[in-house]
């Protein structure tokens, strides 16, 4: 079989804490066919652009362009303009990719090609590169029942199936410059909202049946508090321009506005004052059972589940409500 080249897209913006790792994860690839590498920087302040300079210099297939609007879904798109192989693929700087990353991608890709699938690319799941307990935490609430996760969910998912979820996706290049790219209005969700665009236009999109990259989560309640409120914001902001909400998506903020005006109402009514915290407090014990019972399932810390899964559930459903908001708001101005 004749393989390809293939361009991988790399966006960095202080970095230089896995930066090095996620560019040698790409160099070690055990695809048989060449590779590039393009890396779009966002004007890092650290000491990202110096491990850069030493790898370009050192290989001659990493490329280093300027991303002057910083956010990723602009730097991919640039990338990709200066690129001129039949396939993309991207990796975020804080992914390290197995070594058979691409091959596997890639050999899912034409199988289903050649079964007369309209496809326009693969992508996989992330697994935990991080032993931080809030992280490990993290990952299990995330990946489970009570934060939406069923088995067929992206993180859970062991067979090759359709989706629009999959990340770190290869692509066919006519077809990514084709349909518009990532919509560089979107600092989050770019990817999520560009695979249901294709999907919208006829196309398939594949998850590979292993987690093929493994991801460094955060390691605080308060950086993982302020990521899921982003994640909450602009999934809303790409349900409406995609006009497909998802219900799963709303109950966080369904609950988040429930308790907001329960709250409100109790310095009114000490009823409900009595209510509010009894509302509370079995949503505390049942996140806590299910933290305990995941736990002991996954041989994790119950605690840092639990937290994790009531920081998850209030900070993405303060997100959905704000974006709801503005755009009820902006439809009624």
């Known amino acids: 079989m004749n393989y390809p080249k293939i361009t991988v897209v790399v966006c960095t913006l202080n970095e230089e804490n896995h930066i090095a790792?996620?560019?040698?994860?790409?160099?070690?690839?055990?695809?048989?066919?060449?590779?590039?590498?393009?890396v779009a920087d966002g004007g890092s302040q650290d000491a990202t652009i110096s491990i850069l300079g030493n790898f370009a210099l050192k290989y001659s297939n990493i490329k280093l362009i300027d991303n002057p609007n910083k956010?990723?879904?602009?730097?991919?798109?640039?990338a990709v303009s200066k690129c001129e192989t039949e396939f993309i693929a991207y990796l975020d700087a804080h992914y390290i990719a197995r070594k058979d990353w691409i091959s596997k991608m890639f050999d899912i890709l034409i199988q289903q090609k050649n079964n007369n699938i309209n496809i326009a690319g693969v992508g996989t799941a992330y697994y935990n590169l991080s032993d931080n307990e809030i992280s490990l935490g993290y990952t299990a609430a995330v990946s489970s029942i009570i934060c939406g996760a069923p088995k067929e969910h992206l993180l859970n998912n062991n067979k090759i199936t359709q989706t629009d979820h999959a990340l770190m996706c290869i692509y066919y290049r006519n077809i990514f410059k084709l349909n518009g790219g990532y919509d560089e209005k979107l600092p989050v969700g770019e990817d999520y909202e560009f695979n249901v665009r294709l999907i919208q236009k006829g196309y398939k999109i594949f998850?590979?049946?292993?987690?093929?990259?493994?991801?460094?989560?955060?390691?605080?309640?308060?950086?993982?508090?302020?990521?899921?409120?982003?994640?909450?914001y602009w999934r809303q902001i790409v349900s409406k321009k995609l006009n497909k909400f998802s219900l799963i998506s709303l109950i966080p903020a369904i609950f988040v506005l429930i308790m907001i005006i329960l709250f409100l109402i109790s310095f009114l009514n000490p009823t409900v004052f009595v209510g509010y915290f009894v509302i509370l407090i079995l949503y505390m014990f049942t996140l806590l059972t299910a933290g305990a019972l995941i736990g002991l399932r996954r041989q994790g810390n119950p605690i840092m589940i639990a937290v994790s899964a009531l920081v998850i559930h209030f900070s993405y459903g303060a997100g959905s409500l704000s974006a709801l908001y503005k755009l009820l708001t902006r439809t009624n101005a």
């Open 71 to 78: 956010i990723q879904s602009s730097g991919r798109n640039l």
């Open 207 to 232: 998850q590979t049946d292993e987690k093929l990259v493994g991801y460094y989560p955060r390691t605080t309640f308060e950086s993982i508090a302020k990521q899921q409120f982003n994640y909450g």
């Open 21 to 38: 790792q996620c560019l040698n994860s790409v160099l070690g690839q055990d695809y048989p066919g060449n590779i590039d590498i393009i």
